[in-house]
């Protein structure tokens, strides 16, 4: 089975990360821009299995890339959006909120792009949505892309050393058209024994009044089902007051946090490991 890769030329060094971990799961991969012509790029869509969108500012601003996705649409095969940089443009939202989030976490990316394109194409496999298989527990990452991504992309990656890509969950990657993303997150956070709430400068804006808020509704959901939540302050921040939070949120500044910094950024994370190292069950080392 094949996937065609419609990308700009810009985000070529993080795109080939991506087809390299396609390929390693047993997928035929094909850039666009490795396509000479229009004809040729129609014509490797229409036999592809998945077309894949490496979703950007600059991609979602090109013209070309635009142009493959709707030949893709037009031809009725199925779109993966996989974001592989930073997105601002106000109508790309909507497929934002459901993209794979390569740039921030693709270390635990990578295990779940197998499973999740054989649920699209029909090959055996097991579905994304799957309770996984293994040790039950581990540590959910929640964070905001904008300001802390980066930084929790850098923890996550310390947690899959240490505890394993199964163990670490960083937010849902996907949540497929016809899932209420609620239940979604709930069965990811059931799994877990942890979750981590990276919280940087300014992060108890006005969007956690929203009651749809991702970052607001997977703390509740740790929070409603006792699962110990651990506040990780990055960038200088401060605990948030009960005053800047919604009523469902009022335990989190009850919780003892943990501080992250750049400049002893492994010393911090070093101590965090060994807090999560008495956590989480036996086994999951």
């Not at 500012?57 to 940089?85: K, M, N, T, Y």
Request: charged share 25%; hydrophobic share 45%; aromatic share 6%.
């Amino acid at each position: 089975m094949s996937v065609v890769i419609s990308h700009s030329p810009l985000d070529r060094e993080v795109v080939n990360l991506l087809a390299a971990d396609l390929a390693e799961v047993g997928y035929e991969v094909w850039l666009d821009n490795d396509l000479l012509g229009a004809e040729a790029v129609r014509d490797r869509i229409r036999g592809a299995s998945v077309f894949v969108f490496a979703l950007s500012e600059r991609s979602w601003q090109s013209h070309v890339c635009r142009a493959d996705l709707g030949i893709a649409e037009q031809l009725g095969i199925p779109v993966l959006f996989v974001r592989v940089g930073d997105v601002r443009a106000a109508d790309a939202l909507p497929h934002l909120l459901t993209a794979l989030d390569y740039v921030d976490g693709h270390a635990l990316v990578r295990p779940r792009l197998g499973p999740l394109l054989d649920k699209i194409t029909g090959r055996p496999g097991r579905s994304p949505h799957e309770p996984e298989t293994g040790t039950p527990g581990g540590v959910f990452v929640s964070y905001r892309r904008e300001g802390t991504g980066h930084f929790a992309g850098r923890v996550a990656d310390r947690l899959v050393e240490r505890f394993g890509a199964d163990q670490v969950f960083m937010d849902v990657e996907s949540i497929e058209p016809g899932l209420d993303f609620r239940d979604v997150i709930a069965g990811a956070i059931d799994r877990c024994a942890v979750l981590l709430a990276i919280i940087g400068p300014g992060w108890p804006t006005a969007r956690l009044a929203d009651a749809d808020d991702l970052v607001r509704v997977e703390i509740e959901a740790a929070l409603r089902r006792g699962i110990r939540v651990i506040p990780v302050l990055v960038d200088d921040a401060q605990m948030p007051s009960t005053a800047d939070l919604p009523p469902s949120l009022a335990a989190l500044p009850r919780r003892h946090g943990v501080t992250v910094r750049h400049a002893s950024f492994r010393q911090d994370v070093g101590r965090l490991l060994e807090v999560l190292r008495k956590v989480l069950p036996d086994g999951a080392e």
